[in-house]
């Protein structure tokens, strides 16, 4: 009897040391059959149509005609956070774990991110840095286009803002700001701290340029159908442009119907976006009218409603039309020339709500939007660049001509069939170069 016992005794200890290895086994990964894979939970950074264009071919005019405008970036608010990083996990107290509480802050990378609502008026500083007006955010946004890193001047933090519209900086890095909503004009020194306010006269100011060479500061007047002219040293309200209290009515040669883009050339030539009367007016550095440009209509070549207007180091007229989302460029004469904007759209090169625009001395040029909240910058491709383009193009065409055989059996070609073959293409180049 004992015997059996304790063969039985032995037995159920071999049976559990069996059934423990056997548990442990099972618990085991490498038994514990396929393994859910652990969830990343990693922010991603949001898919984008732009990472998979070419962006480097989106050119006016197209090909083979010598490109004179190229797409080179977007910006739509602070630089973005780098998604691929971890958020860091702080401690908490015992009792919030066993409350169950959230133990982890700043998951959201975009958390406190600004983007851009409304941007307006744009300028550019001696170092390159670009700076947006936006009256949506109440702030200004200051963006190192190589680097995109982003510097803010905010509303009831940096300085009282209510209605920002447009900007302008001077040869000493010194930002005016048009604040419509406290009808002034506000400066702000070098270093970002507000120092005047201009109020003198205003009523709605929207648009500014500064001649740095006649020291006057020129402000569009929305409200007044005027421009008003500044010393920008001192100030003091110098003249009016245009006539006022006719409640946007005269379309007389001088006169406006709420003026809005301004701008001024190398000449000291001063460049008005009249509005209502859809047309560019120039006027001399003494405020004398010299010539306007521009029909009302809704295609290429016609305006609906000029906003932003620039000029280039080559005396082109830029002029963005926030009704037709499209950029037009015109000589001195209102020629027009070439337009960016086919239709409205967010794509490279597509506009959507079209406001300003500003080209900075390495002829880059900046335009705001209001409905996507971003900027579009080009680079554009001068004269004398455009000619040696030309001229390259031409020297290789006529070596590659001599070095070339004639097929066997086939007499050459002579230079008159040469010529009438290229010229299709050829003419396309010097037009393009000639512009």
């Not at 006539?243 to 809005?260: M, Q, R, V």
């Amino acid at each position: 009897m004992i015997e059996r016992l304790n063969n039985s005794i032995r037995r159920g200890k071999v049976q559990l040391a069996l059934a423990l290895l056997l548990a442990l086994a099972l618990a085991s990964p490498s038994f514990a059959g396929p393994q859910k894979k652990k969830k990343d939970d990693t922010p991603q950074k949001p898919a984008s149509v732009l990472d998979k264009l070419d962006l480097s071919t989106v050119v006016w005019p197209m090909p083979p005609a010598i490109t004179r405008v190229k797409y080179l970036n977007y910006f739509a608010g602070e630089k973005l956070p780098d998604f691929a990083a971890k958020p860091a996990k702080s401690k908490s107290a015992w009792m919030d774990r066993l409350a169950g509480a959230t133990t982890n802050k700043g998951d959201n990378p975009l958390q406190g991110h600004f983007f851009m609502g409304e941007p307006h008026g744009l300028a550019v500083d001696s170092k390159g840095k670009i700076y947006v007006a936006d009256s949506k955010v109440g702030a200004i946004f200051i963006i190192n286009p190589e680097t995109r890193d982003t510097e803010m001047i905010k509303n009831g933090k940096d300085a009282i803002f209510n209605l920002i519209m447009g900007l302008a900086i001077d040869d000493t890095d010194r930002l005016f700001v048009s604040d419509a909503g406290t009808r002034s004009i506000l400066l702000f020194g070098p270093n970002h701290k507000p120092e005047v306010a201009i109020r003198e006269g205003l009523d709605v100011p929207a648009g500014l340029a500064i001649d740095t060479e006649n020291r006057f500061l020129y402000v569009a007047d929305i409200e007044l159908d005027q421009v008003l002219v500044y010393d920008v040293d001192t100030f003091k309200l110098l003249r009016r442009i245009g006539t006022g209290g006719k409640e946007h009515t005269l379309n007389t040669p001088g006169d406006f119907a709420k003026p809005t883009g301004v701008a001024v050339d190398k000449e000291g030539n001063l460049y008005v976006a009249d509005m209502l009367n859809a047309r560019v007016e120039i006027f001399d550095a003494d405020g004398n009218f010299i010539r306007a440009f521009g029909k009302r209509g809704d295609g290429p070549g016609y305006f609906a409603m000029p906003k932003g207007v620039a000029v280039d180091c080559d005396g082109h007229i830029w002029v963005t039309d926030s009704v037709q989302n499209r950029v037009q460029l015109y000589s001195q004469e209102g020629q027009l020339l070439m337009y960016m904007g086919a239709a409205q759209g967010v794509l490279p090169g597509m506009f959507s709500g079209l406001q300003y625009i500003t080209i900075d001395k390495n002829n880059r040029v900046f335009t705001s939007e209001v409905y996507p909240g971003r900027v579009q910058e080009f680079l554009y491709i001068t004269q004398e660049e455009a000619r040696k383009e030309l001229e390259r193009r031409e020297a290789e065409k006529n070596k590659s001509t001599e070095s070339k055989p004639a097929p066997t059996g086939q007499p050459a070609a002579s230079p008159s069939q040469e010529k009438q073959n290229d010229k299709g293409e050829a003419a396309k180049a010097k037009e393009s170069a000639s512009k």
